[in-house]
């Protein structure tokens, strides 16, 4: 693998452009086909698995419809997994927010994922049944150290990363569907052929 080849060293016979190159050729080679159902199912399970190990009893109703025709997409997939775990532990933050809130009462916290297949995209659908997302908030979601949380529980980067990593990096888009108090659904559309920014 070219990132072997890679030398830090402050050489003067080192030359830049080399350097840069041996730099480029290793980002792309992390680049690559990967199973978008796969990849959900990852980031789902990495999502869940933290946070149960961040908070004790912790539960959530984990709910999957992947299309099996989605297939794979030219993506990085470590970057997607990140922008995914964090469009997830949104998730789960409103989910048990709304659960806090409802004081034992007849509220059961959902997840759900779901691909679709759209041809030369794929479509990743999360959705929560937690607080929702007021209108005034919306706008504001993926701006930079923007966040609803409390002093000490989120930093406002989560979304601004996410939104990057999908739309500056893959060349893809994100929208929100949200009702406050019901539901919020996060849609990724993610070109199928690599169209890196």
Request: proline share 5%; net charge positive; glycine share 8%.
């Amino acid at each position: 693998m070219c990132c072997r080849a890679i030398s830090i060293k402050s050489s003067s016979t080192a030359s830049v452009p080399t350097r840069s190159s041996r730099i480029c050729c290793c980002i792309r080679v992390r680049a690559r086909a990967v199973d978008v159902n796969a990849l959900v199912e990852e980031s789902l399970n990495l999502a869940y698995h933290g946070a149960r190990a961040e908070k004790q009893g912790f539960t959530i109703t984990l709910e999957r419809s992947l299309d099996p025709a989605a297939g794979q997409v030219d993506l990085f997939p470590q970057e997607i997994t990140r922008a995914l775990l964090n469009l997830i532990s949104n998730g789960f933050y409103a989910a048990t927010k709304r659960r806090a809130e409802a004081n034992g009462g007849e509220y059961e916290p959902t997840l759900s994922a779901t691909t679709k297949n759209l041809g030369d995209r794929v479509e990743i659908r999360i959705r929560d049944n937690g607080t929702g997302i007021p209108p005034e908030v919306k706008d504001k979601l993926f701006n930079p150290f923007f966040t609803t949380k409390p002093a000490g529980e989120g930093t406002g980067l989560g979304l601004s990363i996410s939104h990057d990593i999908i739309v500056k990096q893959h060349g893809g888009s994100i929208e929100v569907d949200t009702q406050p108090g019901e539901f919020t659904e996060i849609r990724v559309i993610l070109p199928r052929t690599a169209v890196f920014v």
